[in-house]
């Protein structure tokens, strides 16, 4: 019979395994038979330069989950894998790459500096691939999807040509984000704001006349300074009797000497500063507004790389911090800095590399949004998409119903080109912008010649079509016919917006109304203990590398299923993994019990319920099933690896494998009965039964340790399959025959009475192998007989010398109390114990106890103490508190038990 090793080694067992998976491609698609719907999952394509962290890490483990179950379900199961060309991250790369040899990509050129980052790509892109086997996703590897590829290319020409003739693609001058260290514009959800102390500065604007009331200024207030070089009228509110003799009248720009209006607007906030508001139409979506109003000019006084351009006068050059610093100070100098006060305002940075973004006028490409959120929308409400936690239906209303245009141009040159085409011929009287399908040499309206826009497409315009383009849409192929939509997405939160509501829209457009996914998981985000987010560069990161390192993939997936709760955020804990890890242990060394206690001769066969113990594993093992089925429908993970975590290590492991050794042991020895021997082969066929049951319903999970010790197991050959990851799922209705309460309650019962007769062996101190007597005041006949039959199983246990039970039992003197089952159980200390001993042992612990309650109370009582103390200082000192409390009611109680 096949033997485990002594110990199991995830480093020697995890690669091996893998392996095998992949040389008997049991990842690759299966043949769908028809009427069947097979199930699919698209991976959120990592971005080509990344590696793995804790995010993918979590996110990847629930897809596994999720796919693997599926597919042992029998269902022909897809995992579609790729990577995203990540347009800003892949360009600042290469750039960085060649900064470091002493070059720019415009002494490279376009082409080849596109070129370049294919190069990047070929040598770094497998980087995270290879991470995603090392977890032991179970992706279909063998077709490897790249949002750059040719037939993805098409795919992404194809809709922004279809836009573009149906009117949802226009190009138009707006303010936009524009990040100066990227020199690329991004959608409003690429700007991550974060609230800065600055300062609000009131300046005092000149009139060109004084006013009828003898004012010679109106005063105006800014968070950014420097835009006032562009500022082109001053509003006020309509209705706001302060101005509304100044309302067409004129100030002068200070500094810049221009002459600009003060309008009438109703965006104004009167209560807010003076109620007189500077209007940079060319810097502020909200002033670009005002400026539409009033037929205001923009004039744009800033230059791609955030320094001063020509309009801004004497400061044209300077970077936009200088300026400000300068400006302030000559409004000082010339009398016209009224006030400064302290400001905290929300300010945008650049999600990529943090740098705080401009508003700025710009012509840009953009997606008309409304038409196609309303389907969305729709899919939503009716049900046809479902979040998992349902809450987040309404963050996803609430940002589809107030959408706004999508600007989807950026100045980079690595990514989807715009596939627009112009001819600037003075004769063509045609439309003289063109999207076209196929790169134009020549105008097709006048045969003239024509040049593309330089710009690319936001990234998140490509990944929008990642569910069905990874199908080989825009052709009717065979696999989008029978894998879209998908089954399930799994995200993170923070592009909700960015990607899965994008993804619904465009797939709903182009699939006749078909919605991408049926669920979307959006799974919490895991930060680090101190519940900070997770960052290599301010060194709270983590590295999933390193865990499985230590933890082997297993644990390091287990634990963070273990921490998956309806919460949106995880205090990652990495005690958890070190937890899971021992639990691979704890599996692996009962798993080699089971081997170890197997005979030559073994046949498999169906469990045989000759015990209440061999009833109540069965009846734990059915109960399982149905919440593991139960709970991974859901998507409750937690809860899922919780209850695994308890079959295996308490029910099946320390209480199961225990109540069967005695049988496995009697059948083995020499001369044993026929009963007996027969007893032993029983037992072993429930133990390898209920081990090839767990090991199923735990291998999504846990799938490296589970397939190397059921590769082993001794099935019929109807049970087996070449590989436990396309072995049957259980069947949890089937399991269900083996539901038992009465043998569920009896042994819970007899634990209960085992664990207290420990808990007492271990609180005072009493040898191993010394016999308890135990006496039990039960509450019916029926109960002196079950644990009348259960004597041998709980000496075993508990090492219970004398056992005495009945409905009148009598407590006896010095007796120690505890409920089992809803009976009293005495375990009489007289004869066990040095009485006199242990009340002075008992008397001293507790005196010291009570010493320790009150240091701590003092302090928690010190004003001083509570008012400059840490709130986490303050909240240890109240856990401890009421740690010594406890222990002190536990003395108190011990001694009464002693004084008895």
């Avoid at 196609?372 to 609430?398: C, M, Q, S």
Wanted: with cysteine; aromatic share 10%.
């Amino acid at each position: 019979m096949s033997e485990l090793p002594k110990a199991y080694d995830p480093k020697a067992v995890e690669p091996a395994v893998f392996d095998s998976w992949s040389e008997g491609r049991y990842f690759e698609q299966a043949p769908v038979p028809d009427g069947v719907r097979p199930f699919s999952v698209v991976i959120p394509p990592p971005n080509v330069t990344g590696s793995l962290h804790m995010g993918h890490a979590l996110n990847n483990t629930i897809q596994d989950v999720v796919v693997r179950r599926m597919r042992m379900t029998g269902r022909p199961t897809r995992w579609v894998v790729g990577t995203d060309h990540a347009g800003i991250a892949t360009q600042n790369k290469v750039e960085q790459k060649l900064a470091r040899e002493g070059r720019t990509r415009h002494d490279l050129g376009r082409d080849a500096f596109v070129e370049a980052c294919w190069e990047w790509r070929r040598e770094h892109g497998s980087t995270i691939i290879g991470q995603l086997k090392a977890m032991g996703c179970s992706c279909d590897y063998s077709n490897e999807w790249f949002t750059m590829d040719p037939s993805y290319q098409e795919a992404v020409r194809t809709v922004f040509v279809d836009w573009f003739e149906q009117g949802l693609i226009y190009r138009g001058k707006r303010i936009i984000n524009w990040c100066p260290r990227c020199t690329t514009a991004l959608s409003d959800i690429e700007v991550e704001h974060e609230d800065l102390d600055s300062h609000l500065w009131h300046f005092r604007y000149p009139l060109a006349a004084p006013a009828p009331d003898g004012r010679d200024h109106v005063v105006v207030a800014t968070t950014r300074p420097e835009t006032m070089l562009g500022d082109t009228c001053v509003a006020v509110h309509p209705d706001d009797e302060r101005y509304r003799d100044l309302v067409g009248a004129t100030v002068v720009l200070p500094l810049i000497g221009r002459e600009i209006p003060i309008v009438a607007d109703d965006y104004v906030d009167p209560a807010f500063g003076s109620g007189a508001v500077k209007v940079t139409p060319a810097h502020d979506p909200n002033d670009f507004e005002i400026g539409e109003r009033h037929g205001c000019a923009k004039v744009n006084i800033m230059n791609a790389d955030a320094t001063i351009s020509a309009e801004g006068g004497p400061y044209a050059g300077l970077d936009r911090y200088e300026a400000r610093r300068r400006i302030i100070a000559d409004m000082d100098a010339a009398g016209l800095l009224a006030d400064t006060d302290p400001h905290v305002h929300s300010v945008g940075h650049c999600y990529r590399c943090h740098t705080v973004i401009e508003p700025w006028l710009s012509d840009q490409w953009f997606a008309r949004m409304k038409p196609l959120a309303a389907p969305a929308i729709d899919a939503v409400r009716d049900g046809r998409v479902t979040f998992h936690p349902k809450r987040w239906e309404n963050v996803y209303y609430h940002w589809m119903e107030n959408i706004r245009d999508w600007c989807i141009s950026r100045q980079l040159w690595w990514g989807h080109r715009i596939p627009v085409f112009y001819c600037d011929a003075e004769e063509c009287t045609g439309r003289r912008t063109h999207a076209s399908m196929t790169d134009l040499t020549e105008c097709p309206d006048c045969g003239g010649p024509v040049r593309q826009d330089e710009d690319v497409l936001d990234t998140w315009f490509s990944s929008q079509l990642w569910p069905f383009a990874t199908f080989g849409w825009p052709a009717e192929t065979p696999e989008l016919a029978s894998f879209y939509p998908t089954g399930v997405l799994s995200t993170a939160r923070d592009i909700l917006f960015l990607w899965v509501a994008r993804m619904v829209m465009s797939g709903m457009y182009f699939r006749d109304g078909e919605v991408p996914f049926d669920d979307v998981i959006i799974h919490p985000t895991v930060f680090n203990a101190e519940g900070k987010r997770m960052s290599k560069s301010l060194g709270t990161g983590i590295d999933p590398l390193e865990l499985m390192e230590h933890y082997g993939a297993d644990g390091m997936r287990f634990g963070l299923m273990l921490q998956t709760t309806g919460n949106q955020d995880i205090k990652f804990a990495e005690e958890k993994l070190l937890s899971s890890r021992n639990f691979a242990n704890k599996i692996w060394n009962a798993s080699r019990f089971v081997f170890m206690n197997l005979d030559d001769g073994f046949t498999p066969g169906e469990p045989v319920a000759a015990t209440v113990a061999d009833e109540w594993i069965l009846s734990r093992l059915a109960d399982l099933a149905a919440q593991v089925d139960e709970g991974l429908l859901a998507y409750q993970f937690g809860e899922v690896a919780r209850a695994l975590y308890d079959f295996f290590w308490n029910e099946f492991c320390d209480w199961y494998i225990e109540l069967s050794k005695a049988r496995l042991a009697a059948g083995a020895a020499e001369g044993a009965s026929p009963e007996a021997a027969e007893a032993r082969r029983v037992t072993q066929r429930n133990l390898v039964f209920v081990l090839d049951t767990a090991l199923r319903l735990l291998h999504p999970m846990m799938p490296f340790v589970t397939e190397e010790i059921w590769r082993r197991l001794p099935l019929a050959e109807e049970d087996r399959a070449p590989s436990l990851m396309v072995a049957a799922w259980p069947d949890a209705a089937a399991l269900a025959r083996y539901r038992d309460e009465a043998a569920e309650r009896s042994v819970r019962t007899m634990l209960e009475i085992v664990v207290a007769v420990r808990a007492v062996r271990a609180r005072y101190r009493i040898h191993p192998r010394t016999g308890i007597p135990v006496v039990v005041r039960t509450q019916a006949e029926t109960d002196d007989q079950l644990l009348a039959a259960e004597f041998g199983h709980l000496n075993a246990l508990a090492g219970i010398s004398s056992f005495t039970a009945g409905v009148d039992a009598a407590k006896p003197a010095h007796a120690v109390t505890a409920v089992a089952g809803g009976m009293e159980v005495f375990v009489p200390l007289e004869g066990l114990v040095d009485l006199d001993a242990e009340r002075a042992r008992v008397a001293r612990e507790l005196s010291s106890a009570v010493d320790d309650l009150a240091k701590v109370e003092r302090k928690l009582a010190n004003e001083g103490f509570l008012a400059k103390a840490a709130p986490e200082v303050v909240t240890k000192e109240r856990a401890k508190e009421a740690e010594i409390a406890d222990r002190v009611a536990a003395l108190r109680a011990q001694l009464d038990e002693l004084e008895g």
